[in-house]
């Protein structure tokens, strides 16, 4: 099923790998072959498990704490994180992202949108200009986006987006800035872009279909974890 939704990424294999891992635990509970473990290696595997559910529950509340976020009105700069664009135009994914932040542009005529992204290998255009071109279609002026497109990654897209707040020459603790993304990605998003300025940050969090829900809240863990070990986040 998580495969069928398409995101676009391999991260439906994570499902492929936890079968595996329960399938190998109902093999240990046949013929009380788990018993037959040397006592030291279940123990072990028993501290093992704990851990891991400890932080993949750590990491479950911390997405739930930003993933209904709304943000505040009069922002100066709202990011578009960036997501696949395909030939059709931008991803499920990315278009929810795109139609929240024309929802917040429309509500407020004076804030600037940047939208962000570079282009991969299997993209014919950077999702930066593609989430611009979207937005452009659905109406907001050209004037007021700004098109980042040589970022990689959730870090990148925030990093270089300030790149491009700081070329206006504002004082940046006076600004206001929100980060537009899907309710599982805001608070790695929001995080990552305190570490990043001294503006005030709030997260504005798209729709997300609830069939992709799933798939995303696990992938995201890893994130996180990536993230905290490299220090980017808050």
């Not at 829900?213 to 070990?229: H, W």
Request: with cysteine.
């Amino acid at each position: 099923m998580v495969y069928l939704v398409g995101s676009g990424t391999l991260s439906f294999t994570i499902w492929l790998a936890g079968a595996a891992f329960f399938a190998l635990c109902c093999f240990l509970a046949g013929e009380k072959r788990w018993s037959k473990v040397p006592k030291a290696v279940r123990y072990a595997a028993y501290i093992a498990l704990a851990v891991f559910a400890s932080v993949f529950m750590t990491c479950q509340i911390a997405i739930l704490s930003h993933f209904f976020d709304k943000g505040e009105s009069d922002l100066d700069y709202i990011i578009v994180l960036g997501a696949q664009m395909r030939e059709s135009g931008p991803s499920v994914i990315y278009r929810y992202r795109l139609e929240k932040a024309y929802q917040y542009l429309s509500e407020n005529p004076d804030t600037i949108c940047i939208t962000t992204g570079g282009a991969g290998i299997n993209e014919n255009i950077s999702e930066g200009m593609g989430g611009k071109k979207y937005l452009v279609k659905l109406g907001i002026s050209e004037s007021r986006i700004l098109a980042e497109e040589t970022s990689r990654d959730t870090g990148e897209n925030i990093q270089n987006a300030l790149l491009l707040v700081r070329a206006e020459d504002v004082a940046e603790d006076n600004l206001k800035i929100g980060i537009v993304t899907n309710g599982f990605h805001v608070f790695r998003g929001v995080r990552i872009a305190k570490k990043n300025t001294e503006a005030r940050v709030c997260g504005i969090a798209a729709y997300m279909q609830p069939r992709f829900i799933p798939n995303n809240m696990v992938r995201e863990c890893f994130g996180i974890l990536r993230d905290l070990i490299n220090g980017e986040l808050y």
